[in-house]
C-alpha cells in the first residue's frame, strides 16, 4: 500500500521534475544533458516575445483576480440573504460555470463577442463625430479577462460561502444587538473571518488565469499570453528555452498554491 | 428582521451585490450559450461565418465528424475507469492509513499539481515518451523502435496524470467521512477486511467515487491539449475538431452545431449522475429503516 502510494507520487512529480532539470541544460538539444547552466533562462527572459506575453499574462491574471475576488464576495455575502427559486437559479448558474469546459467557454464567448462587436462597431461608427477616429470593439484584454472571471468568481463564490456557512453567527448577531452599524459589523466581525478564503479565491483565480491555455486561445485576439506562446513553441519543436519558460511558469503556480494551502489551513485551523 | 426598514436596506444592499455577478452571468455565459444555438441553426455564410436562415442541415452533418466523438465518448470514459483505478488506493491509503500529522501535507501534494500548468504537465510527457525519452533508454537494453508518443496509450497516460488529483480528492473525503466504528464493528463481527471492504467501505465511498468520475468524465469530454500533444493527430477528440472548425476552417455554424452537441452529451451526464446520487441516497434510508 505504501510502495503504491511512493509510486503514485512519483507518476505526479518526476515528469515536474524532468522539465525542471532539463531546464537548466548546459548543452544545445532539449533531451540531451550536457551538465548545468542558467543560459536557457537568460535566452527566455531576453526574448521579447517571452517578455510580452509574460506581461500580457500577468495584467490579465492580476485583473481576473482582483475582479473575481470583489465580485465573487459581495456575491457570496448577498446569496445568504436570497432564499427560494432565485438562490436554486444562483447556484444552478454557479455550478454551471465552474462545470463547463473551457473551450466551451471560449467558443461560445467568442463567437457572441465578434457577433456583437459587428453589430456595434458601425453603429459606433456612426454615431461618433465627423472626423474623429471611432473606436473599435475588438478582442483583447478585456474579453479574456471577462471570460477567466466567470469561472474564477464562482470558484470564489463558493471558497467564501463554505467559510460564511462555518462562521460563527452568534457574532454577528452580537455585534448587531450592540447597536454596531451593518458596515461595521461587516468590516470588523465578518471581514476578518472570511478573508483567509478571499485570499485563497484570489491566489486561485490568479493561478487559473495565468496557467489558462484553451480560453485565451479563442478570445485573445491578437494578444498572446505565456501559455499561447509557449503551445505555439511546442508546436515548433522542444528547445530548452521552452523548458525553462515551463519551470518559471509552474514556479509561478506554485509559489501562489503553497501560500493558497497556507491560507485555507489558516482557516480550518482557527 | 422584523423591522420592515431594515429589510428593505437589506434587499436592496443583496441587488448591488448581486448585480455585477448577475451581468457576468447574463453576458458571459447565458448570452454566449444562446449565440451559439442559434448559429447551430444558421446556414453557413461565405466567409465562414453566420449567414442567418434555419436549418438543420449542421446536426445532420455531425456525422462528419463521427470520429472525434467515437474517441472522445471512448477515451473519456476508459480514462475516467483508469484514474478511478489508480486514484482510489492512493485515497484509501490516505484517508484511513496514514499517520493524521502528516495526511493534510499528502492531499496538498496530489493535488498541487493539478493547479498547475496541464500545459506544461502534458509538455513534460512529450518529453518523456518522445523519441529521445523512454523508446531511447528501451534502445539501450535492445528494445529497438519503440513508439509510444501518438499513440492510444500516450493519451490515457496523459489523460490520468492530468486528472488524477481531481478524482483523488472527493473519494478521499468520502471515505474520510465513514464512520470508523463501522469498520471495527465488522471487524469483531468477524468480518474478513475483504469482506469489510466490499460491504462496508466501498459501498460507502461511492457517493465519492460518482463525483470524482463526472467532475473527470465531463473535463475529458472537452478535453484538447492532452490529444493535440501525446496523440499526434491521431487520436483526436471533440475538442481539437472544435479548434480546427472555430480557427482553421472557420466554419462556425457547423462549430456551434458540434459545441451545442457536446454541451447536450454533458448536461445528459449530469443529470444522470443527479439521479444516481439521488437514489443511492434513499436507497441508503430505505436499508437503514
Redesign the interface.
Given at each position: 500500500?505504501?510502495i503504491?502510494?511512493i509510486a503514485?507520487?512519483l507518476?505526479?512529480?518526476v515528469?515536474?521534475g524532468?522539465?525542471v532539470l532539463?531546464s537548466f541544460n548546459a548543452g544545445r538539444h532539449?533531451?540531451?544533458l550536457r551538465g548545468l547552466s542558467v543560459q536557457w533562462y537568460g535566452k527566455a527572459l531576453s526574448n521579447p516575445f517571452v517578455g510580452d506575453a509574460f506581461f500580457t499574462s500577468l495584467v490579465v491574471a492580476l485583473s481576473v483576480a482582483v475582479l473575481s475576488s470583489l465580485?465573487?464576495t459581495?456575491?457570496a455575502?448577498?446569496?445568504q440573504?436570497?432564499k427560494g427559486s432565485l438562490r436554486v437559479l444562483?447556484d444552478a448558474?454557479i455550478y454551471?460555470?465552474v462545470?463547463?469546459?473551457?473551450?466551451?467557454?471560449g467558443?461560445?464567448?467568442?463567437?457572441?463577442?465578434v457577433?456583437v462587436f459587428d453589430f456595434l462597431n458601425p453603429l459606433l461608427a456612426a454615431l461618433w463625430p465627423e472626423g474623429a477616429k471611432p473606436p473599435k470593439l475588438h478582442m483583447g484584454y478585456l474579453s479574456v479577462i471577462?471570460?477567466h472571471?466567470?469561472f474564477t468568481?464562482s470558484l470564489v463564490?463558493i471558497l467564501v460561502r463554505a467559510r460564511i456557512a462555518g462562521m460563527d453567527r452568534a457574532l454577528i448577531e452580537a455585534s448587531m444587538d450592540l447597536y454596531a452599524t451593518?458596515w461595521r459589523t461587516f468590516y470588523q466581525v465578518t471581514l476578518p473571518q472570511i478573508y483567509p478564503a478571499i485570499l485563497a479565491g484570489f491566489l486561485?483565480a490568479f493561478?487559473?488565469s495565468f496557467?489558462d491555455?484553451?480560453i485565451s486561445?479563442?478570445v485573445a485576439g491578437p494578444n498572446t499570453t505565456l501559455?499561447i506562446y509557449?503551445?505555439a513553441s511546442?508546436r515548433r519543436g522542444?528547445t530548452p528555452e521552452?523548458n525553462a519558460i515551463?519551470t518559471m511558469?509552474?514556479a509561478v503556480?506554485?509559489i501562489l498554491?503553497?501560500a493558497a494551502?497556507f491560507l485555507l489551513?489558516a482557516r480550518t485551523r482557527r | 428582521m422584523t423591522m420592515r426598514g431594515v429589510s428593505k436596506s437589506n434587499s436592496w444592499l443583496t441587488v448591488v451585490l448581486l448585480a455585477p455577478t448577475t451581468l457576468w452571468f447574463l453576458f458571459m455565459l447565458i448570452l454566449p450559450l444562446i449565440v451559439i444555438l442559434v448559429f447551430s441553426f444558421g446556414e453557413r455564410a461565405a466567409v465562414g461565418g453566420y449567414g442567418g436562415g434555419f436549418t438543420f442541415e449542421h446536426y445532420l452533418n455531425l456525422p462528419a465528424r463521427l470520429k472525434a466523438f467515437q474517441n472522445t465518448m471512448t477515451f473519456a470514459p476508459v480514462g475516467t475507469l483508469l484514474c478511478l483505478l489508480v486514484a482510489y488506493p492512493l485515497a484509501y491509503y490516505l484517508a484511513l492509513k496514514v499517520d493524521s500529522r502528516y495526511k493534510l501535507l499528502l492531499l496538498v501534494l496530489v493535488i498541487v499539481p493539478f493547479w498547475t500548468s496541464l500545459l506544461i504537465r502534458t509538455y513534460a510527457w512529450i518529453f518523456i515518451l518522445g523519441g529521445r525519452g523512454i523508446p531511447s533508454l528501451l534502445e539501450l537494453i535492445g528494445f529497438e523502435g519503440v513508439r509510444l508518443i501518438n499513440t492510444p496509450g500516450a493519451v490515457l497516460v496523459g489523460i490520468v496524470y492530468g486528472y488524477l488529483p481531481l478524482m483523488v480528492f472527493p473519494i478521499f473525503v468520502s471515505l474520510e467521512k465513514l464512520d470508523k466504528t463501522l469498520l471495527e464493528a465488522s471487524n469483531d463481527l468477524g468480518g474478513s477486511p475483504f469482506k469489510t471492504f466490499m460491504q462496508i467501505t466501498l459501498p460507502l465511498s461511492m457517493p465519492g467515487m460518482a463525483t470524482g468520475c463526472m467532475l473527470v468524465f465531463i473535463l475529458l469530454m472537452g478535453e484538447f491539449l492532452i490529444p493535440a500533444f501525446l496523440g499526434g493527430g491521431k487520436v483526436f477528440f471533440i475538442g481539437n475538431a472544435l479548434v480546427d472548425l472555430f480557427l482553421q476552417s472557420r466554419n462556425w455554424p457547423f462549430g456551434s452545431a458540434v459545441s451545442i452537441t457536446l454541451v447536450v452529451i454533458m448536461l445528459v451526464t449530469v443529470s444522470f449522475y443527479m439521479r444516481m446520487t439521488l437514489r443511492s441516497k434513499t436507497g441508503r434510508d430505505e436499508s437503514l429503516m
Open positions: 500500500m505504501r503504491y502510494a503514485v507520487y507518476f505526479l512529480y515528469p515536474i524532468i522539465i532539463f532539449a533531451s540531451e465580485l465573487g459581495a456575491a455575502l448577498a446569496l440573504r436570497l444562483f448558474l454551471i460555470s462545470m463547463i469546459p473551457g473551450i466551451v467557454i467558443i461560445a464567448t467568442l463567437v457572441a463577442l457577433t471577462a471570460a472571471t466567470l468568481m463564490i451593518p486561485l493561478t487559473f496557467d491555455f484553451i486561445f479563442f501559455p509557449v503551445f511546442i522542444i521552452v515551463g511558469v509552474l503556480s506554485l498554491l503553497v494551502q489551513r | -
